[in-house]
């Protein structure tokens, strides 16, 4: 038999050990190769679907943006309408309350004057 000497033990062990090392950093890199082009899949499809997503977002902004000026617009005429409707209600107010307040006195007045001519007679 071939005598090993202590050296060629420890040789042998080491280089089992290194092997065992390798060996072990060889499956972790295949499976981070294997994540890593399981992440590269998911972003092009991720990719793949926002980018029509994003276009479409930006037309619907748009069309809103649109509809926004139309209510503005709307609203302005609106605002219009009420301070014309104030209006109008102010002139129709002051034109009926002074005559109103006129024939009111005038009715009582010849309310009066008819309590009195009863009463005298």
Known sequence: MIAISAGGVAAIVAAVFWAVVAVFITLVLVNVFRVLESVKITLDETRGQTTPLLGDVRTTVQEVNKNLDHVDGALGSVKGITKNAERLSSVV???????????????????RAVRRGQKES
């Open 93 to 111: 107010e002051q034109a009926v309350s002074s005559p109103l307040i006129k024939l009111a006195a005038v009715g009582a007045g010849l309310s």
